[in-house]
């Protein structure tokens, strides 16, 4: 399970971003997870419940997942599309040959604070 160190890393770059904007506590903290991570909800929410109660800007605060889809464009006819099912290949034309283009994203998103709503930089 790699939700608690997932849960570890949401924490320690909240806790950067709260002090970098001196912002004392958090309210929401917002991560846009891509599927291709497969991380279960669930069991980030807890690992991150859990790990919140040692850190007092945390402690009140509510973890917001968004997952996002996996993405894919085709070489050949450059057609732009979102898959659900583990096909990798173009539903336009077929071709497998293609690049994945979303699902792989892990950074957080936005931290709403008591004092002021703080963005963080994409990061990997």
Excluded: W
């Amino acid at each position: 399970m790699h939700e608690g160190a997932i849960a570890a890393a949401i924490i320690q770059g909240a806790l950067e971003a709260l002090e970098k904007e001196k912002v004392t506590a958090a309210k929401t903290v917002t991560v846009l997870i891509g599927r291709l991570h497969h991380v279960v909800p669930d069991v980030l929410q807890n690992h991150y419940r859990l790990l919140k109660k040692e850190y007092p800007a945390l402690r009140r605060s509510r973890l917001v997942i968004e997952i996002a889809p996996v993405a894919i464009t085709c070489r050949a006819c450059g057609k732009e599309t979102e898959i659900v099912k583990p096909e990798f290949a173009c539903p336009g034309c077929g071709s497998t040959g293609i690049d994945i283009t979303g699902g792989r994203e892990m950074h957080l998103k936005e931290i709403i604070g008591a004092e002021a709503k703080v963005r963080s930089k994409k990061a990997k």
